[in-house]
């Protein structure tokens, strides 16, 4: 069987796109071992294949990703690989190094708009240094994929590549004994408002979605995952006083978390368009919404926008202003008929938005490399 190694600068215990990856692999007859680290918060992995997380000296910032490419490059070098799978731009340098060097085949998937991310914006000389790394490497790569449309159409006008799209889809995860409000401490008495995501970081609306609390009426709003915002939402929470209003709960792993969506009344997705690529986001939420049958609240993205008002599945915020988010989510919550109607369509979303048809993109580039 020939083996692959699949590389990403996280936990692993999160993302369900490089899992998705590393099973579509392991159908396609790979030996699969991903690569990741290992931070002193992490939580047990239990996979089907083989895993490594490696305990990094530096957490964050330049030394981070520079020890990380080291360590990740010597591990390349040392470990049998037909196929190298690299997930987003911080680990292409190793993998590439790597891949010339023991001359195996490279497949690279850019989970979003790397250059365009609101931590690089506004730091030129660093935003320069990885564009580099794109530019030198990107054309270079005969299968690129990537998460959406706009994106791949981006790129390619960039690069010149054909660039895959493999959207953020879960896969279909049935919960025999689904626990209760009770089992998990929801009130039973009031709506469920959820922002979920391991990235909710600054510019994704979580500040402004806690504050619109104070004007939604009989509702809770939990925020569920990890991110640099997190660390202020506390404090955000009791500044206005809405202790009773707010719920912050850290990464869960996707099972539990599942549990946690299925029950709530409104999934929110209101990321800020301040960057390109947030403007051209398509997260995982958004799907994992729309198979927990949940209705969402979003703001005017043009990926999320397309499905949200193709499939009839949720409202839309007119701008960041709290009362204005409170407003929507009153109308949606308020408003019985139009409300199941988003239920209704959420079942035809879910059907036809399905990952064994989104993983076909996956098995079809995978068999050149089998």
Not at 133 to 138: A, D, G, L, R
Not at 207 to 220: P, R
Not at 255 to 284: C, F, I, M, W
Not at 313 to 340: E, M, T
């Amino acid at each position: 069987m020939k083996r692959a190694i699949v590389c990403v600068t996280n936990d692993l215990v999160t993302d369900q796109r490089v899992h998705k990856t590393c099973c579509a692999l392991v159908r396609s007859g790979f030996t699969v071992t991903e690569v990741g680290r290992k931070l002193p918060s992490s939580m047990p992995l239990q996979r089907d294949y083989g895993t490594k997380r490696m305990k990094l000296c530096f957490k964050k910032g330049f030394l981070f990703y520079a020890e990380y490419n080291i360590r990740l490059f010597l591990f390349l070098l040392f470990h049998h690989a037909d196929l190298i799978f690299a997930n987003d731009l911080d680990t292409l340098a190793a993998a590439w190094t790597a891949k010339r060097i023991k001359k195996c085949d490279l497949i690279y998937d850019s989970h979003e708009y790397y250059t365009q991310t609101p931590e690089l914006i506004n730091r030129k000389f660093v935003q320069k240094f990885w564009t580099r790394i794109e530019k030198n490497i990107f054309p270079k790569i005969t299968d690129v994929i990537t998460v959406n449309e706009s994106i791949a159409a981006i790129y390619h006008k960039k690069y010149g590549n054909p660039v895959h799209v493999v959207r953020n889809i879960p896969p279909e995860r049935k919960i025999t004994n689904p626990l209760t409000r009770d089992q998990l401490h929801i009130a039973t008495d009031k709506n469920m408002i959820l922002m979920q995501g391991a990235g909710i970081n600054i510019q994704r609306g979580a500040e402004e979605a806690v504050e619109a609390m104070k004007y939604v009426e009989n509702a809770v709003l939990y925020i569920i995952g990890g991110g640099d915002v997190f660390p202020l939402l506390p404090a955000l929470v009791e500044q206005h006083q809405i202790q009773n209003k707010v719920v912050i709960l850290p990464k869960q792993t996707p099972e539990v978390l599942r549990n946690y969506t299925l029950l709530a009344d409104l999934g929110l997705s209101v990321d800020k368009d301040t960057n390109l690529n947030y403007r051209y986001s398509l997260p995982n939420k958004l799907f994992d919404y729309i198979h927990s049958q949940v209705p969402i609240i979003a703001s005017h993205l043009p990926e999320i926008e397309r499905i949200i008002t193709e499939y009839k599945i949720g409202d839309f915020i007119p701008d960041h202003n709290p009362v204005h988010i409170a407003q929507v989510i009153n109308n949606a919550l308020s408003n019985k008929k139009r409300y199941q109607s988003w239920k209704d369509n959420l079942q035809k979303a879910a059907d036809q938005l399905n990952w064994p048809e989104e993983e076909k993109v996956l098995l079809t580039i995978f068999e050149k490399y089998a």
